[in-house]
Nanobody, 116 residues
Framework: QVQLVESGGGLVQAGGSLRLSCTAS????????MGWYRQAPGKQRELVAG???????NYADSVKGRFTISRDNTKNTLYLKMDSLKPEDTAIYYC??????????WGQGTQVTVSS
């Protein structure tokens, strides 16, 4: 099993910045890729950004140029730096880890609220 714990969410004004963290524990050797997803009220969960074990990254078009995903393997931690935040970025943000077998693991989520 893999356990994921997010932190760093909160309330910020439009144009501000936040950094989310996700610390992994357990069978982390089995993790192939990690990512951040978000779910706004009444909407489906969507991929925000992903990073592979080799360091390749991908982003949703809506966050390109504003968000940066990174990982520190020495700390077993995934980060999401969010700049130039917009009210439409308001959502619960979830950390995700995928095993080589395809099994998914999720964190409990952290609320991000951007006020206009």
């Amino acid at each position: 099993q893999v356990q994921l714990v997010e932190s760093g969410g909160g309330l910020v004004q439009a144009g501000g910045s936040l950094r989310l963290s996700c610390t992994a524990s357990g069978a982390i050797f089995s993790i192939n890729a990690m990512g951040w997803y978000r779910q706004a009220p009444g909407k489906q969960r969507e991929l925000v950004a992903g990073i592979t074990s080799g360091g390749s990254t991908n982003y949703a078009d809506s966050v390109k140029g504003r968000f940066t995903i990174s990982r520190d393997n020495t700390k077993n931690t995934l980060y999401l730096k969010m700049d130039s935040l917009k009210p439409e970025d308001t959502a619960i943000y979830y950390c995700n880890a995928v095993r080589r077998s395809g099994t998914n693991f999720w964190g409990q989520g952290t609320q991000v609220t951007v006020s206009s």
